[in-house]
C-alpha cells in the first residue's frame, strides 16, 4: 500500500458514510485521522446533529466490531468493562465481559454518567487492556472509541476529568447543518422518526482488516521532519506560556497531534508532514486539553479563540 492507495481507500469511506449522513464532511475527516493514527475522538453538540448516526455508519464502512454504551446517571463501572459472577455448578468465578470489548466503541452522551464511571474508561483508551478482578484482558490493537456529549450547560451534565480529556485526540464541536443540507435531512429521512439502520441504506465495509493494518503502518511511516517537531513543540509549549490559560496542553498532546499530522498528510496523498497539517488540527486536538485563567473567563474569553491566536502567532517553517 501507499498513500495514493490510502487516499483512494479514505475517499471509498467517506462516500459510504455520505449515504446517510448529510454534510459532516469534517467531522468523518477527523474521524477518519483518528482511525489511522490510533486516537479517540469526542463528539460535542446539541441533540439530533447525528452523533450517533454517525459512528454507526463509520463501523460500518470500515468492516470493525462495534460496540454501544448509552451513559446513563445510574451506570456503574461493571456495566462497562463486565464481571465476575460465581458460578454455583462449577464453584468458579466466571468473567461477563462488558460491551467495552469491541473495536468501535461508541460511548453515547459519555457526560451523563459521574466521573467515577467515565474513569472505567481510562485504561482501555490509555493502554487497550482491562483489569478485571485483578486479571488483565487484552483489547483489540484496533481499539477505537467514539464519545459523544452534549454542551455542559444543558441540564443532567457532568464534566468530564482532565485526565480522561487528554486521552482524546480530538474534541470535535458539531455545528447546526446549513439550510441547505437541513432540507437535504428532511427530504431523505423525513419518512419515519426512527433512526435509519446503515444496512438498509447500502452502507457495506469497503476496509478488511489486513488493509486497516498496513494503512496504520503506512501512517506511522510519514516523514515528519525536524522543523514540523520543533513546530508542533513551540505550539504545544505557548499554550503553557499564554497568560489567558492557567494550565497548557500535555507533553503527550504534542505526541498526539505530530501522530493526527502523519495521517493527515497520508490521507492527502503525500509521505511527508506540511506546517498546514499541524495547523488544520491543532484546534481541535488542543481545545479541550488547555484551562483558560480566571481573568480570561472574567473577560469572557474562548478557549478556539485563543488556540486560534497561539497557531497564527507561532512562526511555522518555511
Same mark, same amino acid.
Given at each position: 500500500?501507499?498513500?495514493?492507495?490510502?487516499?483512494?481507500?479514505?475517499?471509498?469511506?467517506?462516500? $459510504?458514510?455520505?449515504?446517510?449522513?448529510?454534510? $459532516?464532511?469534517?467531522?468523518?475527516?477527523?474521524?477518519?485521522?483518528?482511525?489511522?493514527?490510533?486516537?479517540?475522538?469526542?463528539?460535542?453538540?446539541?441533540?439530533?446533529?447525528?452523533?450517533?448516526?454517525?459512528?454507526?455508519?463509520?463501523?460500518?464502512?470500515?468492516?470493525?466490531?462495534?460496540?454501544?454504551?448509552?451513559?446513563?446517571?445510574?451506570?456503574?463501572?461493571?456495566?462497562?468493562?463486565?464481571?465476575?459472577?460465581?458460578?454455583?455448578?462449577?464453584?468458579?468465578?466466571?468473567?461477563?465481559?462488558?460491551?467495552?470489548?469491541?473495536?468501535?466503541?461508541?460511548?453515547?452522551?459519555?457526560?451523563?454518567?459521574?466521573?467515577?464511571?467515565?474513569?472505567?474508561?481510562?485504561?482501555?483508551?490509555?493502554?487497550?487492556?482491562?483489569?478485571?478482578?485483578?486479571?488483565?484482558?487484552?483489547?483489540?490493537?484496533?481499539?477505537?472509541?467514539?464519545?459523544?456529549?452534549?454542551?455542559?450547560?444543558? $441540564?443532567?451534565?457532568?464534566?468530564? &476529568?482532565?485526565? $480522561?480529556?487528554? *486521552?482524546?485526540?480530538?474534541?470535535?464541536?458539531?455545528? +447546526?447543518?446549513?439550510?441547505?443540507?437541513?432540507?437535504?435531512?428532511?427530504?431523505?429521512?423525513?419518512?419515519?422518526?426512527?433512526?435509519?439502520? &446503515?444496512?438498509?441504506?447500502?452502507?457495506?465495509?469497503?476496509?478488511?482488516?489486513?488493509?486497516?493494518?498496513?494503512?496504520?503502518?503506512?501512517?506511522?511511516?510519514?516523514?515528519?521532519?525536524?522543523?514540523?517537531?520543533? +513546530?508542533?513543540? *513551540?505550539?504545544? *509549549?505557548?499554550?503553557?506560556?499564554?497568560?489567558?490559560?492557567?494550565?497548557?496542553?500535555? &507533553? *503527550?498532546?504534542?505526541?498526539?497531534?505530530?501522530?493526527?499530522?502523519?495521517?493527515?498528510?497520508?490521507?492527502?496523498?503525500?509521505? +511527508?508532514?506540511?506546517?498546514?497539517?499541524?495547523?488544520?488540527?491543532?484546534?481541535?486536538?488542543?481545545?479541550?486539553?488547555?484551562?483558560?485563567?480566571?481573568?480570561?473567563?472574567?473577560?469572557?474569553?474562548?478557549?478556539?479563540?485563543?488556540?486560534?491566536?497561539?497557531?497564527?502567532?507561532?512562526?511555522?517553517?518555511?
Amino acid at each position: 500500500m501507499n498513500v495514493s492507495d490510502l487516499k483512494a481507500l479514505a475517499q471509498k469511506i467517506r462516500t $459510504q458514510i455520505a449515504k446517510s449522513v448529510v454534510g $459532516q464532511s469534517d467531522t468523518a475527516e477527523l474521524m477518519l485521522v483518528s482511525l489511522f493514527c490510533g486516537g479517540h475522538i469526542l463528539l460535542e453538540g446539541p441533540p439530533g446533529t447525528a452523533k450517533t448516526l454517525l459512528a454507526q455508519c463509520f463501523a460500518a464502512s470500515v468492516g470493525l466490531e462495534f460496540g454501544r454504551i448509552q451513559f446513563t446517571p445510574d451506570l456503574l463501572p461493571g456495566d462497562i468493562v463486565g464481571t465476575s459472577q460465581f458460578n454455583f455448578q462449577t464453584s468458579n468465578f466466571v468473567v461477563h465481559r462488558g460491551p467495552i470489548f469491541c473495536e468501535l466503541l461508541l460511548a453515547d452522551e459519555i457526560n451523563r454518567t459521574p466521573p467515577k464511571t467515565q474513569a472505567a474508561l481510562l485504561e482501555a483508551m490509555q493502554e487497550r487492556k482491562v483489569t478485571l478482578d485483578g486479571a488483565t484482558h487484552r483489547l483489540s490493537d484496533r481499539f477505537f472509541v467514539i464519545a459523544t456529549e452534549n454542551p455542559l450547560e444543558q $441540564q443532567g451534565t457532568y464534566p468530564l &476529568p482532565e485526565a $480522561q480529556l487528554d *486521552r482524546f485526540l480530538f474534541k470535535h464541536c458539531l455545528l +447546526y447543518p446549513s439550510e441547505v443540507e437541513e432540507r437535504e435531512i428532511v427530504k431523505s429521512l423525513g419518512a419515519t422518526v426512527r433512526m435509519p439502520d &446503515p444496512a438498509a441504506l447500502g452502507i457495506v465495509p469497503v476496509v478488511d482488516q489486513p488493509t486497516l493494518t498496513a494503512a496504520v503502518a503506512l501512517v506511522a511511516e510519514t516523514k515528519l521532519a525536524d522543523e514540523i517537531v520543533a +513546530y508542533v513543540t *513551540r505550539l504545544i *509549549r505557548a499554550t503553557r506560556n499564554s497568560p489567558d490559560i492557567a494550565t497548557g496542553a500535555s &507533553p *503527550r498532546s504534542g505526541a498526539m497531534l505530530a501522530a493526527a499530522a502523519r495521517a493527515h498528510a497520508a490521507l492527502d496523498g503525500r509521505d +511527508y508532514v506540511i506546517p498546514d497539517d499541524v495547523k488544520v488540527l491543532a484546534l481541535p486536538a488542543l481545545r479541550h486539553r488547555v484551562i483558560l485563567s480566571p481573568a480570561a473567563e472574567i473577560d469572557g474569553r474562548k478557549v478556539d479563540d485563543i488556540i486560534k491566536g497561539l497557531v497564527d502567532s507561532t512562526e511555522a517553517p518555511r
